[in-house]
């Protein structure tokens, strides 16, 4: 049965009451921190890559603010450091915030046929051994038969996103190659355009292995994927789009490794259900 952190967080301070004072102190210690850790990405081992909005919040930003201005309001990873940044003012995105269960987020926009908004990532990681990614997101104006990934690279726009086919079908999409689109089972009737939900990405298997997508910690389907990438661009659309389309995202996590379903539940149900009032 998956913990509940509100309902674990209100027994520990009933425990931690019945403590006399002094006593069995490390006790209290390691209750509350095993507590922090269910709480946290961090808990589960693993974690490379953390991109947060709340990371720009701290920089004093004002809403609507420019994100990617090298030295000013460059999202920095609360990991590894790594910068992602847009030296060109017209492909920046937007601060939001407020935007999602009263958190902030970062607001990409393609304009088509004038620019899309893109930051780049420095110093470039590979994705070519196992890994998981989270995103959690909300994309609105996806045109039929195209793709929004949040991270792409080299060759050219490699990379895990979103897909939408006909009128009201969606998906998850991993592009390997310049050509090659590997589209996983449809969210169910679910609409990403509407809600904020979570897409994870896992590949086990290193460069030739298995890639599996997640739609709020429900598997769809795992294809057999030979394609290797390195990231260097942080949410940017696929060329396939073909109109004007906005993608706000509040958290991107990347481990460096394929992470158990028990575990893509863990970070879902604990952390990032709770923290952004997720289905």
Known sequence: MACDPNTLLAEAKCYLDCIPPGAVLSVQVSLLCNIAQLRSPQGVSGLAHWWRADSLTDLGLADGASVGVSGSSDWVDKIAGVVASQSNATLRPVYVASGINGRPLVRFQWFFNTNVDALSILPVYSMTADFTTFCVMKVAGIVNGSSFAYFTGSPLSCGVGARKSGATTYGAITRIDSGGNQNFTDFSGANPETAFHCL?????????????????????????????YSVNV???????????????????????????????????TNYLKPRYALP
């Open 200 to 228: 994870t990405h896992r590949r086990i298997g290193a460069a030739a292995g298995n890639q599996s997508a997640f739609f709020n910690a429900a598997q769809l389907q795992t294809l057999t994927l030979n394609g290797t």
């Open 234 to 268: 942080l949410t940017r659309g696929a060329p396939t789009i073909g109109n004007d389309m906005t993608a706000d995202i509040a958290e991107i996590l990347h481990y460096d490794r394929g992470l158990t379903d028990a575990e893509i539940l863990s970070v879902y």
